[in-house]
Structures are given as structure tokens and as C-alpha cells.
């Protein structure tokens, strides 16, 4: 269950740690810390987008992504996504729906327990202790499980202390600022949903230190838990064997045993063949501590001995041994590896701490941490420099028996997750130009108009323009459309313009076949005397007056539709010129 996991880069230097000079006394002075880019499973991302879907629909999750200005219409779990994606979309979910930021994290992170179920990670939860408390103080080693599903993840720490029969006080710290409140909902709802146990969760202080956040939470619950742990402590009786020195260190060969002062008193069989001279130096000196986020010293250790701890090397070990691999004094010429083939040259070793009462020491119970068997080689180590009673061995050696068939399975999905994703993002683009279509215009004339002209007066070719402006007139005020200028017999219609119309298309569709069934009942022009003049102030207008308009107009009311009709005036007109034709 990432609860905030960032990712680092490849080729960025660890957070804390990376490579610096050992000083000869003290902890050697880091170099100035390079630019370190996070970014984000899509685990977290792909919880919101759920959570908006589910709480408030498709719809509702299309409007805020489109309001973030994020363009991937879906995320992968197991894919790296910019840091900055999950915040813009949660202020533009804050703001469209009303509610903080805070408020809107904290459901996220309720919702995020019900939400990783779906991958199984339910069961992980369910079998992390038999008690809250048991959860709460192996909260920090919960990562630790998904590294091998999410292995550039960078996970927070937490610790906890101060713990009662009421409850405890949790320490939060993370380099992602932001979710506090996210990690509250998380740990409600898994005290609910597992164990069954009403948990208050109380932001104490938030503080930034440097480029950690360093959040404290007062936890209030039942804790009964506790109480009947300290009595079985009471009861118990202790009882000593004895155990050699020699015995200890050849059962864990990569232990390192230092005193209040970090200066190393004992190391393990193999950490002698790596680090021969760390005997009698002080540990903050050769290694730095990247897990949990706390100072490395011997008062911090002793207060979170429930936590892994995670030690890395200041200087590369990798190095130390390159000439000896040279030379053919480590493992001969098996493997011939450049420097870019090996991208982690520090040594790493992550285990337990253990106090040692009677040696007033205490004792880090470590393992190395290698990706691979080509870490292993050119780490100048062997398989049986490891322990035989874990499953080092067996770690290193599974991770050279990775199925090719798997590997190309896995190629093939992320090609066909590509290709659904620039599809998608072309169908954003349709419908983004769809949006920007703001009008439709339209544009009609009367076919072999010339022609027309030709055959009858000036006059009758205004009338008829005249009658059928009038229809087309009637039909822009029935379907609410604009009309621009009508020129000749060319009439210009517009929707969308000059008010915005959702529909606008449809409506000039509709228009247009209301013309075409329109034009059909239009009638001939009648003949006659007529006065014509400009009236008007305000809107002056060019008009027709005369006993030939009002015949041609009765007799336009009393047509039948599809007939023609024309009045005695026109007729002999009409038959006049038929004989002046024909002679």
C-alpha cells in the first residue's frame, strides 16, 4: 500500500547518502546535491481518478481532468507519471466540487484501502499484525513488501513512540509535501475495515525540514493490545545462553556491531572481504542512512528498533574493487561490465538493529542489497558470501531466472497501452475541434438566376426576390437562426452568431430543408403598377406599394400548392412576346 511512495529518477543521487569523500574524522561533508526529478506511480492517480468516478460519475472525472489540463485520459499502476499531475487535478476537484483540499485527501485515502483490494494488496494489509499496534509499529517496513512491484519507489517513514493503552503518537515524514491528510484517511479506514477499531487521528505539527515534511499524528484507540504485551514482558522469565562471539558473526556475515560513540567494534566474515578497514572507524563515516528519515545516531537507533534500516556506502564499492576485477582476482573474466552497465556502485545493506543490554553495543543484523546477479559479481562477492539461514541466495539467484516470455508479454501490453493512449488523445483532439466549432453558416441561391433575369422586367425579378426573401425571412425567426445580407438572389444565413448556440449545427440543417420544402409554394410574380420608395427612420427599408402587390398577394393566399398562376396582365404579356418570337 504506497502511501506516498515518490520515485527517483534513474541517474539521480540518492536523497541522502550518494557519493561523497570520507573525511578522516567526522561524517565527510556531502557534495552540493544534485537535481533530483520525483515523479509518481500511477497507482495513486489511478485511486482519484476511481474515487471521482464512483462518487461522482464519467462525466465528473472528464470535467476536472479537462480543467487540470491533463490530457492522459487513463493511468497504469505499475507506470511513472510527473510529479505535479496528482495535485493539479485534486485543486481542480477541490474547486469544481466545493470542498478543501484537505477534506478531499483525507476521502482519498479512505478510499485508497478499499481501492488497492482490487489488486490484491488486501491481503497484504489483512496479515501485517494481529493488532493495530502491530500495523502501526511495522508501518514503516510495509514498502519494504512492494519493492519488488514498484522498484523506484521512494517510500516515507514512520515511527512511532510515546505508545499507551489509549494510543500512541505517529511520526510522518516524506519528501512529498501534501498528504498529511491523505495518509489520515489511510490509516482510519485500515483500522476499521481490519481490525475493526475506531481510530481518531490528530494532526499535532507539520514541519518542513529542508526538503522533508515532517508531520506528527495523535493517534486515539483502543489500545489494549499494549497493555497485555507489557504484562506477558513481566512474566516472562529471562533466560540466558551463551553464545560466541565468532558464531555471531559467521551466522550473519554482513553484521556490523558499533557503540554509542558509531565507532565499529565487530563486523561479519563477509563484510570483511568488502570493508576490511571499517574496524575501529566510525560508521557515519563509510555508510550514510537513506531509511528510516531520521539523524544517524546511536540515541535516534535505539528509539525505532522496529524499523528497517537501510545503510549505504559513501564511497562506491563497486570501485574499490575494479582493479582487482582488472587484474582477474575476482571472479576472473565471467563478466566484462562497463561503468554504465552498473547503475547503483554503492553498497547497500538494509536489516534490523538490535541493542545488546549486556554489551551496551548495538548490533545491525544487515543483509545486502542486490538487484542481481551482476551486482553480486562486480560487487566482488559469491553466493556463499551470503546467508545460509534467509533467502539471500535465493533472491539473487531468482533474479536471473526471469521468464523471457514474461518479459516480451510484458513488452507487447505496454505497445498496445501506448497505441490506446495516443488513440485516445487523437479522439481528445476530434473532440476538442468539435468545441471549437462555434457557428454554421449558410448559403443559398436560385439556380440559373441569370437566366431568370433574362426572360422577365427588372420589377418582376424584385418581386420575386421580394416573395421568396419573405418565406426564408419567416423561417430564420422560426429556427432562430441570424441572416446576414442577401445579395443578388445569394441569401447568407448564420447560427451560433451573434449568440452562442449549443446546437447550432442542427439548426441550420433545419433551416435549410424548410427552404427547400418553402420554395415550392412561391408564386409568380403578379404584373402591374406599383410606387417604390425607401420608408422609414430607424430602420428604413426599401418597399413596394400598389394595387399589383395586393393581387399578387390574394392570389398567393388562395394558390393551391404546386400549381402556378398569373394574372390576365402577365398572360397577355407572356403571349405578346411568344408572337413577336415567332415572326
Same mark, same amino acid.
Given at each position: ?70 490530457? *492522459? ?15 493539479? #487535478? ?45 500495523? !502501526? ?80 499524528? *495523535? ?55 568488502? #570493508? ?58 565471467? !563478466? ?207 418597399? #413596394? ?39
Amino acid at each position: 500500500m504506497p502511501l506516498d511512495s515518490q520515485i527517483r529518477e534513474e541517474g539521480d543521487q540518492e536523497p541522502r547518502g550518494g557519493v561523497r569523500k570520507r573525511g578522516k574524522e567526522g561524517g565527510g561533508r556531502p557534495s552540493p546535491p544534485t537535481s533530483v526529478r520525483v515523479a509518481m506511480y500511477g497507482l495513486l492517480v489511478e485511486n482519484f481518478s476511481e474515487y471521482i468516478k464512483q462518487q461522482y460519475g464519467e462525466d465528473m472525472w472528464e470535467q476536472i481532468r479537462h480543467h487540470a489540463n491533463i490530457d *492522459q485520459p487513463a493511468f497504469s499502476t505499475h507506470r511513472v507519471y510527473s510529479e505535479n499531475v496528482l495535485p493539479r #487535478l485534486v485543486k481542480s476537484a477541490a474547486k469544481i466540487l466545493d470542498v478543501t483540499n484537505d477534506a478531499l485527501m483525507f476521502r482519498m485515502g479512505e478510499f485508497f484501502v478499499e481501492f488497492v483490494g482490487q489488486y490484491g494488496y488486501d491481503r497484504v494489509l489483512s496479515v501485517l499484525g494481529r493488532h493495530v499496534r502491530d500495523f !502501526l509499529n511495522g508501518l514503516d517496513n510495509l514498502h519494504e513488501y512492494l519493492k519488488f512491484s514498484y522498484p523506484r519507489m521512494r517510500p516515507p517513514s514512520f515511527f512511532c513512540e510515546s505508545e499507551s493503552s489509549t494510543g500512541m503518537i505517529l511520526h510522518y515524514r516524506s519528501k512529498r509535501r501534501g498528504y498529511a491528510h491523505y495518509t489520515m484517511g489511510q490509516i482510519t479506514q485500515v483500522a476499521h475495515h481490519f481490525y475493526n477499531t475506531k481510530m481518531e487521528v490528530e494532526l499535532v505539527s507539520e514541519k518542513f525540514i529542508f526538503d522533508t515534511s515532517h508531520v506528527t499524528f *495523535q493517534l486515539t484507540f483502543d489500545n489494549q493490545a499494549f497493555s497485555n504485551q507489557v504484562s506477558l514482558t513481566l512474566i516472562r522469565e529471562e533466560q540466558t545462553l551463551p553464545l560466541r562471539g565468532n558464531l555471531l558473526f559467521e551466522i550473519f556475515p554482513f553484521c556490523i556491531l558499533f557503540g554509542n560513540k558509531m565507532v565499529v567494534k565487530y563486523i561479519g566474515n563477509s563484510m570483511m572481504q568488502i #570493508l576490511p578497514e571499517l574496524v575501529g572507524q566510525k560508521l557515519t563515516d563509510w555508510f550514510d542512512l537513506t531509511r528510516p528519515h531520521v539523524a544517524f545516531k546511536f540515541e535516534s537507533i535505539l528509539l525505532r528498533t522496529n524499523n528497517i534500516f537501510e545503510v549505504v556506502t559513501v564511497e562506491s564499492v563497486f570501485e574499490n574493487n575494479k582493479k582487482k576485477k582488472e587484474n582477474g582476482n575476482v571472479h576472473g573474466d565471467i !563478466l566484462n561490465l562497463s561503468e554504465e552497465d552498473v547503475t547503483e556502485k554503492s553498497f547497500k545493506l538494509k536489516g534490523q538493529m538490535v541493542y545488546m543490554e549486556d554489551w551496551k553495543l548495538i548490533l545491525f543484523l544487515a543483509t545486502p542489497v542486490m538487484k542481481d546477479l551482476d551486482s553480486l559479481i562486480y560487487s566482488g562477492l559469491f553466493i556463499n558470501d551470503l546467508s545460509m539461514h534467509d533467502f539471500s541466495r535465493d533472491l539473487i539467484l531468482a533474479g536471473t531466472q526471469q521468464s523471457v516470455e514474461l518479459n516480451l508479454a510484458l513488452e507487447q501490453e505496454q505497445q498496445k497501452s501506448k497505441k490506446l493512449e495516443e488513440s485516445m488523445k487523437k479522439l481528445d483532439d476530434e473532440m476538442r475541434r468539435t468545441d471549437e466549432l462555434l457557428v454554421t453558416i449558410l448559403f443559398s441561391d436560385v439556380v440559373t438566376f441569370t437566366q431568370i433575369c433574362s426572360r422577365i422586367t427588372p420589377m418582376e425579378v424584385v418581386s420575386m426576390l421580394n416573395a421568396m426573401y419573405s418565406i426564408f425571412d419567416k423561417l430564420t425567426e422560426k429556427h432562430n437562426v441570424y441572416k446576414v445580407e442577401t445579395i443578388g438572389d445569394a441569401y447568407m444565413v448564420v447560427a451560433g452568431a451573434p449568440e452562442r448556440q449549443a446546437n447550432h449545427g442542427e439548426m441550420v440543417c433545419d433551416m435549410s430543408m424548410d427552404m427547400v420544402e418553402a420554395i415550392t409554394e412561391l408564386t409568380d410574380p403578379s404584373t402591374g403598377m406599383v410606387v417604390a420608395g425607401v420608408v422609414g427612420l430607424k430602420m428604413p427599408r426599401y418597399c #413596394l406599394f400598389g394595387d399589383a402587390v395586393n393581387t399578387g398577394h390574394r392570389k398567393y393566399l388562395k394558390i393551391n400548392r404546386g400549381h402556378h398562376e398569373i394574372i390576365e396582365a402577365l398572360k397577355g404579356q407572356q403571349r405578346s412576346s411568344q408572337e413577336n418570337r415567332h415572326t
